[in-house]
């Protein structure tokens, strides 16, 4: 998803300022499913304010300069529907995790068991504040898309639980180490 559609859609949810908008990405209720970089948050913010689908005023703060917070206009909540109308492109996994997991037979079995044991308790802590987050008051979609991302990472879980002591033992095993 480009980063003008993504930025009106922290905006359609309330003002933000261009921090607050890469707060949703990191650790906000964005923060599994999107990414956005604040190089392609500011200019995407203005852009979107250059088109009229967004305002921007200026807030003081003590003892720092002025703060530009963003909301979105009449003409940028229909622009947005007229993107999210849009069919998504497929999924991707970006995953580091995943990446170093494909090269386990390269790997030191002890390592490895460090890895998966540690993204086990992300996904766990993870789970722990979604659990947390107040989801029931929210849209019937963000309801839906949370519970999708609790049914995701539980199932991750299961399966790193259930196969990491198998892929331990492959990867132990002597012939682990020839290449395909």
């Known amino acids: 998803m480009d980063a003008r559609t993504l930025c009106l859609g922290v905006l359609a949810r309330g003002d933000a300022s261009g921090y607050e908008i890469k707060k949703s990405f990191e650790e906000g209720p964005f923060a599994h499913i999107q990414a956005a970089?604040?190089?392609s948050i500011y200019p995407a913010l203005t852009k979107l304010s250059e088109d009229g689908l967004l305002a921007c005023r200026n807030e003081r703060q003590d003892k720092r300069p002025d703060k530009k917070v963003y909301s979105i206009t009449p003409a940028g909540r229909d622009a947005l529907a007229a993107r999210l109308m849009k069919p998504p492109?497929?999924?991707r996994l970006s995953s580091d995790f995943l990446f170093i997991l494909f090269f386990a037979h390269i790997l030191p079995p002890p390592l490895l068991a460090e890895f998966i044991d540690q993204r086990i308790g992300w996904y766990e802590a993870s789970l722990e504040r979604m659990a947390g987050c107040g989801a029931a008051a929210r849209p019937p979609g963000e309801r839906f898309v949370h519970g999708f991302g609790l049914a995701w990472y539980a199932t991750a879980v299961r399966y790193l639980r259930e196969h990491r002591d198998g892929l331990l033992a492959e990867v132990s095993a002597?012939?682990?180490?020839?290449a395909e």
């Open 174 to 178: 002597p012939s682990s180490l020839v």
């Open 89 to 91: 492109a497929d999924d």
């Open 37 to 39: 970089s604040f190089g």
